[in-house]
């Protein structure tokens, strides 16, 4: 690409799509300029715990978005819950028009209650944080799985011999080229379950990106990966970004989140607290204050900082600040 073609290429620029994000409004629920996902009312409830309970969120497209927030905030049930490997607790039809309160779009379609593979072939597709490589499949039986065009998937496709077989060679080709970017190529033949614990990563990453997906949501991506494997993760994550795709994780480590990401969002106690820049989100003088009381030399990079006394004193802080602007 030549340098005016980058530099017009919002938005995928990262220079341009961060300027525009530096304009927003720091607050809840902000809205996007382009957002791919819009949530709104979704709430979950296990018993009397509310796990979730999001009142509104959008998702800039072609960003790379960080979900972060202390154990147990609802950060994977919200994942479950917009992926369609769960449902809501809110009753559909709870308005007069019979509308389902709680209600999601990503890319243009309501994907409201969508099964997960009807939101997988939508093009929003997730890893999970305890990597589901399959290990008595090879590392290529892994890929295949993930394309989206299985002949399996279409009974008259399936039934006809040169569909079938012309999809599953178009599939082995991707499968090759995309193991050869994560350097998984020489892995090919090896059964999923004899690789490393980062490796495994890199190949439910991998066979994400079997489908082309428009978002891809990753659930702890760095989770025991080791440090050698960590710089190649991230160069995979933000070269999808440079190429279009927008991304959506979920992450303790603070570095990650703060190298890498155009745009952070906490939640806590099932609520978006706090959304904004990266560097104003953990360097804001009320957040840093919140988060770290006298200890302003600590680096907000540590990921003990984020525990659940330190967000609900975050949280506190948000109401107070606009409780007072409200005055
Ligand atoms: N299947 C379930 N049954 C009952 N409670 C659940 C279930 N799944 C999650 N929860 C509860 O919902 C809340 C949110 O959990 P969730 O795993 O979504 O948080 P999280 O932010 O992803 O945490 P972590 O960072 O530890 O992964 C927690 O209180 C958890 O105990």
């Known amino acids: 690409m030549s340098d005016t073609a980058a530099a017009t290429a919002y938005p995928y620029d990262r220079a341009a799509l961060r300027a525009e994000l530096a304009t927003l409004d720091q607050v809840p629920g902000a809205s996007k300029p382009d957002p791919i996902l819009t949530v ?40 479950n819950l917009i992926t369609g490997f769960d449902t809501p607790s809110n009753a559909p039809g709870i308005l007069a028009s019979g509308d389902d309160r709680a209600r999601w779009n990503f890319n243009g ?41 299985q002949p399996g998937e279409n009974l008259f496709a399936g039934l006809v011999k040169p569909i079938w077989a012309a999809r599953e060679k178009e599939n082995i080709e991707r499968a090759n080229e995309i193991l050869a970017r994560f350097k998984l190529d020489a892995k090919r033949d090896d059964m999923a379950g004899g690789l ?38 991230l160069e995979h994550i933000q070269q999808l970004r440079d190429e279009g795709t927008t991304v959506l994780f979920v992450e ?10 155009d745009w952070v969002v906490v939640m806590a106690q099932g609520e978006i607290i706090a959304e904004g820049l990266p560097e104003e989100i953990m360097t804001s003088a009320a957040v840093v204050d919140a988060y770290l009381g006298a200890h302003h030399d600590r680096d907000l ?21 606009s409780r007072e602007e409200a005055r």
């Open 40 to 79: 709104d009312n979704v709430v979950r409830r296990f018993g009397g715990n509310v796990a979730v309970n999001v009142d509104h969120l959008e998702v800039q497209r072609g960003a790379i978005t960080a979900l972060i927030g202390p154990n147990g905030a609802g950060k994977t049930t919200f994942f």
């Open 109 to 149: 379609r309501a994907l409201t209650r969508t099964n997960a593979s009807r939101v997988a072939r939508a093009g929003m597709i997730r890893t999970f944080q305890l990597t589901k490589a399959l290990s008595r499949m090879t590392v290529l039986e892994n890929m295949l799985v993930g394309a989206n065009n």
């Open 196 to 233: 490393s614990g980062g490796q495994k990563k890199l190949l439910e990453m991998a066979r994400a990106l079997m489908s082309d997906p428009a978002m891809i949501m990753l659930d702890e991506p760095m989770a025991g990966v080791n440090p050698a494997l960590t710089q190649s993760l």
């Open 252 to 261: 303790h480590d603070m570095h990650m989140v703060r190298h890498i990401s």
């Open 301 to 321: 990079g540590d990921d003990d900082v984020l525990s659940t006394g330190v967000i609900n004193a975050i949280a506190a802080e948000v109401e107070n600040e």
